[in-house]
């Protein structure tokens, strides 16, 4: 089965502080990832895709094949940070497969 | 360039009544999707069209329809609303050239069905 699980409904964390946000997926063969991010009332926007292993807004993420896991990380936050994050997944049918979200709230 | 457009933005509706929601795009984009947004569900995929002419179903289908006899507009019918489909919708598009399978999102129509 094709699934992709975020953990975390809500991370709170205080500006300057490290971030992880976690996605674990189920894929057999060769999965291709994806996070998105929407901010308040904005459309959903690409943060970054592990193909091309950019940085994107000082966040990374690297894809662990051996732990199936995709997991978004940023060493320092920032308060323009705060959105609703979407780990995605490729899928069969050339959709996308999506988490639950995770909502990050970084305080001041 | 508008890129990918949904119209209406906002739309209140009774139970039991047709409404469509549109998207529109303008990449010539072949693949397109249709998503509802649910609190502690994320996104769920309703329908997608690969071509005009095209349909397939996703994950949640039913109670809705869709069509495609163009290229750039890929519209969602809600034939009987019910209250189970207030939600927020997300049209995406996708350019099936390149390997990457990135999709482009519209900007949403929240629909309250009462």
């Known amino acids: 089965a094709q699934r992709v699980t975020q953990p975390e409904k809500l991370l709170s964390v205080f500006k300057g502080a490290p971030v992880e946000l976690k996605c674990n997926y189920s894929y057999s063969g060769s999965p291709e990832l994806f996070w998105y991010v929407q901010y308040s009332r904005q459309r959903l926007q690409l943060l970054l895709r592990?193909?091309s292993r950019e940085s994107i807004k000082g966040f990374t993420a690297d894809l662990n094949k051996g732990e199936t896991s995709f997991h978004l990380k940023k060493p320092f936050a920032q308060e323009e940070d705060s959105a609703m994050y979407y780990c995605a997944l490729r899928g069969s049918q050339g959709n996308l497969i999506f988490g639950k979200g995770t909502k990050l709230s970084v305080k001041p | 360039d508008a890129g990918i457009t949904q119209s209406p933005r906002y739309k209140i509706t009774e139970t039991g009544r047709q409404v469509t929601l549109m998207c529109h795009q303008t990449?010539?984009?072949?693949?397109m999707f249709w998503y509802r947004q649910d609190l502690g569900h994320g996104l769920r995929l309703i329908y997608y069209s690969a071509a005009a002419d095209i349909t397939d179903k996703g994950e949640v289908p039913d109670g809705y329809v869709v069509s495609r006899s163009k290229t750039e507009n890929f519209p969602l019918t809600l034939e009987s609303a019910t209250r189970s489909q207030t939600s927020v919708y997300f049209c995406a598009s996708r350019d099936s050239r390149f390997r990457s399978y990135e999709q482009y999102f519209g900007p949403g129509t929240r629909l309250t069905v009462t």
């Open positions: 990449w010539s984009h072949s693949y």
């Open positions: 592990h193909i």
